[in-house]
């Protein structure tokens, strides 16, 4: 994992965290060797990302059972660090479940935690479904990229935010690797800047060639014949294909669209909610004026200036030209399509992707 | 003026701008009362856009002629300040023609200085056929602005660039004058953020309710049926209607299109260049990467990233519902609507714009 390492003992037990808000200035690490060291970063954004959280928060739990601490209080303190990040909550109660279920049992072997064993065990596994969907996302994704591809991104979807290679990013890995991929375009994605920051990162440190530019300046790429293919995640797909995702993706699919690009969207199916029957069902979330109006303390707008500032858009399915998960390629997306993943998937054991803002 | 001032005596002869370097955090101004602080002035960008320049570029070489400097030295130091505004040495060589004009007359007056006046005349000169354009575009353009518009701009067009009210901002202004504006929508405008820091200033200042978006929102804006009519200014109008301007543009034209709503670009005549045959025979500048990879001296980006940072991008004229001048609508956009607006205007006195990019 890119972003979050398990040090079991001597040197743990711990975890080691990449510290994602100093990125892309300084590469340093928060080791955690307590969960309120853990609540800390979390809260701070040292980690992000909602696979990751979630295998973060599991950690977490083992963690506090590694160290003999109160496990359920240790549950509750990780879940409240970002109440809003319902994966982290998610993971630590998937680890506290295994803890009790050991810990129920007698303990054959004196001074043996089974207990802790357990949560840590339900971690790895956590991290490991995650990381196995990526492969999974990148393998089916792959076949949708031509030779030669110069590739648009948006935001933030590689292994800062997955125990796996990611999602859009973990297909451009892919076809880095497979020879295809020429270019990756990195969209800075305005307003928190999440391509600029990290994606760039991500591709400079994996070798990718590419190169940054401002959302605007897509249309232009396009209309230049430089575009073969938008590569996108999805925070959540509702029930007739409709994708919400980070605020410019709408506009990059209407860009494609115009200038017959392909659009692909790649997420895993627990991002699929067959509870929202629509984009319109869709509750936007409209987050502060000061992420316009400011950047790294310095004003940018007159102060007090009104922000229209959604944290993200809605592309209707008209627009996509497929959704990839970890189970293949729906193309074409429709509702029916979307119903037979849902169905195929009822026992699986993520939770239904509740919208999760990337910060 | 908003953002130039002359000062005859006894409080000059001097030049009061307003330092645009400074806005929207502070409102102070710069007094030239010599050419070097003139000079000075305009390669710090404490004034800027290729109307004022052109009005700026005059008004000094009057200010050298009132003091009785070398007025030929003036004229060049000036248009040196920043050599490829073309409008400011256009300006600089109005006054200095007028004032060689003058001087070659003999002085009937002892003590009088005939030439430094007929440089100040061409000076105010420039300046009132800039507002008279001005306020020309903005009454033809008030007739495509329905009531109740929320208009959607781009960059900065206001009165921070002319002598008058401006290109796209003169129609805005005229639209919020008229009682038919229920809001402005203005686009950041990104890399520079001119929209963020100086629209957004201008708005506030006029009364005008607006809100600050960054520019991959305006899709999500438009989807929810929240914008009905885009406005925005031209560096440069090919001779097949193809119109160059701040990148992001062509963007906007392209989802206009999209969500059917008007595209209407604002621009004086002298835009037009009828050499230039199609959008694809002009040239695209690509700035600093600098622009894109920090902010406020803050780097947003990995150092060393590879940008993509084109200054304008190109909009076909299929994309525009109208183009707007001094002399009225254009509607549609053709080759032989231009060319006539090129046979009526063959006397026309400001420069062919060349490609000015705007800081």
């Keep these: 994992m890119t972003a979050l390492r398990w040090l079991d003992p001597p040197a743990g037990p711990a975890i080691e965290l990449l510290d994602q808000t100093r990125l892309p200035a300084i590469e340093a690490v928060v080791m955690c060797t307590d969960v309120p ?20 928060g599991a ?53 043996h935690n089974l207990g802790a064993q357990a949560a840590l065990e339900a971690a790895w596994s956590i991290a490991a479904a995650d990381a196995a969907a990526s492969a999974a996302m990148a ?13 648009l991104t948006h935001c933030n979807t590689g292994g800062l935010v997955s125990a796996g290679a990611g999602t859009a ?16 375009w990195v969209d800075e994605t305005r307003p928190l800047l999440q391509g600029a920051r990290l994606t760039a990162w991500e591709a400079r440190r994996a070798g990718i060639p590419h190169a940054l530019l401002t959302d605007g ?10 575009v073969d293919l938008v590569v996108t995640g999805a925070d959540r797909i509702a029930a007739d ?36 029957p629509d984009g319109a069902s869709i509750t936007v979330e409209h987050r502060a004026a000061g992420e316009v109006t400011s950047l ?27 959704i990839v998960t970890e189970q293949g390629v729906m193309q074409p997306v429709t509702a029916g399509n979307l119903r037979d993943l849902g169905v195929a998937n009822g026992a699986v054991a993520a939770p239904q992707a509740t919208f999760y803002v990337e910060r």
């Design 37 to 56: 060291q853990l609540v800390d970063a979390i809260s701070r954004l040292v980690v992000r990302g909602a696979p990751l959280l979630g295998v973060a």
């Design 59 to 111: 950690f977490g739990v083992a963690l506090a059972a590694m160290r003999g601490d109160d496990v359920e209080a240790a549950a509750a303190a990780i879940a409240g660090a970002r109440p809003t990040a319902v994966n982290l909550g998610w993971g630590a109660a998937q680890a506290l479940a295994a803890f009790r279920a050991a810990a129920r049992r007698a303990d054959p072997v004196p001074g």
């Design 139 to 151: 393998e089916h994704g792959l076949s949708l990229v031509p030779a030669g591809a110069r590739i």
């Design 169 to 184: 990013f973990g297909v451009i890995l892919a076809a880095h690797r497979a020879g295809r991929l020429v270019k990756l």
């Design 217 to 226: 300046a897509a249309a232009s790429l396009m209309a230049a014949g430089e």
């Design 241 to 276: 294909g409709s994708v919400a995702n980070k605020v410019g993706t709408y506009n990059l699919a209407v860009l494609a669209r115009h200038h017959n690009v392909p659009f692909v969207v790649v997420a895993p199916v627990s991002t699929v909610d067959l509870d929202t």
């Design 296 to 322: 790294a303390g310095q004003p940018v707008a007159p102060p007090g200036t009104p922000v229209y500032n959604p944290a993200f858009d809605v592309t209707p399915p008209a627009l996509l030209t497929a």
